[in-house]
């Protein structure tokens, strides 16, 4: 009687099957991942307006203020807290800036557009200009619609800056409201920054615990002070305003039109300046700006909680005698 | 010992995944502790506003409280002989309520982000200033003070206080003693 006796079992190649799943996971997967952090527009459109329920709770009450409200076009694809935009290639930026003057008096103001830190020209109601003088009456609310030539791609950082035509007094804060801003990241196809160049600032331990930016005349320059007061180190931007001009400046030995650098944590910081100064140029200011180059909404409609803060310095009027390094 | 190999190049796998998503390192900024004020003394400047009060005729029955008041006040005092040796002691606050017409409910009023700068004022220009910021919330503090050899004393201060929700900004400023145009 043939016995039939069961031939070798064939096993599975596990060998193949490891070698399979090891290339999926390391190779296909993390490829599918960087995917995730590449650029995509968002399906949902922007508000179509301003949130005028919310203005008027503010407003009705009388209270004294100023009231500023930012509404890009839905097609920049906002969220409700229009600190980020996303575009396409060519698209131009378009937004609607409100202003509301509560306080009694009129305001007049110079607004300034910046991209990434560098003052554009841009058309406000039609006009185009890198500065338009605005003024409203006390109880007025006026809007504005601006436009920005298309940015390039990459991501930005867009700061929109009300400065006081009011200025000429070195006290801080002699101006009731000497500036106004709104600050927001704009993607045009690419999340990622631009490099920056850091600077190494003199520093020393901060005795004033002021945050406030300050300029002096200083020899034939002038000299500049900032201060970080918080338990945490803050990345800084600053730069520099002639009317309501952007000017490069000498520092630190090089020339910039923008000065980045690191403050550490409970310190002050002190250094020259040597503004380019035109022979027109009757006021001068510092702009310094807490932070550049960070996510405003690391996801949508959740604000990124750090310091974000767009500071003014005093205003310093110029005069025949003041120091000038012509630009 | 197939298994064990197998199951080794798995867990391999699994971490070079996680190694190998990008991480976006500005996401991880530190954010530092809030600053408590310090102590507080006699309010100066800026008025916390009136209570809501009752409309003649209504007694018993308030308006609703549907309207956005932002409040702001500050305060400062000094001791010691100006020029020689002087204590000094500051502080600031914003704060945003519902409310009517006439002023606060008491309800708090969470808003996106809420600030407030107070500036002292000398009587030469030794100026220091100091804010805080607060997120989702509807408060916001913070105090100095101090010593200092051969200051002048406080004479005044300004304060600066903003409340923003969903892309629209209220500011308010308040001002005392000499800060006072």
Request: with cysteine; aromatic share 12%.
């Amino acid at each position: 009687m043939a016995i039939s006796q069961p031939g070798p079992q064939k096993v599975p190649d596990l060998w193949g099957l490891a070698i399979l799943v090891y290339a999926f996971s390391v190779i296909y997967l993390p490829a599918c991942a960087s995917q995730i952090h590449k650029f995509k527009l968002p399906e949902k459109l922007g508000p179509t307006d301003f949130d005028y329920e919310l203005i008027d709770a503010f407003v009705k009450t009388g209270q004294r203020g100023i009231l500023t409200a930012f509404n890009a076009d839905p097609h920049m694809r906002g969220t409700r807290l229009q600190l980020s935009y996303f575009l396409e290639m060519s698209q131009a930026f378009e937004a609607d800036f409100l202003t509301g003057n509560y306080t009694g008096e009129p305001i007049d103001y110079w607004l300034i557009c910046l991209l990434n830190y560098r003052q554009q020209e841009f058309q406000l109601n039609g006009q185009r200009a890198s500065a338009h003088a605005i003024s409203i009456p006390p109880g007025n609310r006026l809007r504005y619609s601006l436009r920005l030539h298309p940015p390039g791609k990459g991501g930005h950082d867009f700061l929109l800056l009300a400065i006081s035509r009011r200025a000429g007094s070195n006290i801080p804060n002699a101006v009731e409201f000497p500036v106004l801003s709104h600050r927001a990241n704009i993607f045009v196809e690419s999340r990622s920054f631009p490099p920056i160049k850091q600077a190494t600032v003199p520093q020393r331990a901060s005795g004033l615990r002021t945050t406030r930016v300050t300029l002096e005349p200083s020899h034939h320059r002038y000299l500049i002070h900032i201060s970080n007061p918080s338990a945490a180190a803050l990345r800084s931007a600053l730069i520099l305003f002639a009317n309501s001009r952007q000017i490069s400046f000498g520092a630190l030995g090089e020339r910039h039109w923008i000065l980045y650098f690191n403050l550490d944590s409970k310190i002050d910081a002190a250094f020259e300046i040597e503004p380019h100064l035109q022979n027109d140029a009757e006021v001068l200011y510092a702009i310094y700006v807490q932070n550049p180059f960070v996510l405003l909404e690391p996801k949508l409609e959740v604000m990124n909680q750090i310091q974000t803060r767009v500071e003014i310095s005093n205003f310093i009027t110029l005069n025949a005698n003041s120091p000038r390094q012509n630009s | 010992m197939k298994m064990k190999i197998l199951f080794g190049l798995l867990v391999a796998s699994v971490v070079s995944f996680f190694l190998g998503l990008p991480v976006d390192a500005r996401e991880k900024e530190k954010r530092g502790p809030r600053e408590e004020s310090s102590s507080i003394t006699e309010s100066s400047g800026f008025d916390a506003g009136d209570q809501p009060q009752v409309p003649p005729g209504d007694f018993g029955i308030q308006q609703s409280c549907t309207w956005w008041w932002l409040y702001g006040q500050h305060s400062w005092s000094w001791r010691g002989i100006p020029g020689f040796f002087v204590t000094y002691n500051s502080y600031g606050k914003s704060w945003t309520e519902y409310g009517t017409s006439t002023g606060g409910c008491g309800i708090p009023l969470v808003v996106d982000r809420i600030y407030v700068q107070v500036t002292e004022y000398p009587l030469n220009s030794f100026y220091t200033s100091y804010d805080n910021t607060a997120f989702n919330t509807n408060f916001v503090d913070r105090g100095n003070s101090g010593s200092c050899f051969g200051c002048p004393n406080i004479c005044g201060a300004t304060s600066f206080h903003q409340a923003t929700k969903f892309g629209i900004t209220w500011s308010a400023s308040a001002r005392s003693g000499c800060a006072t145009p």
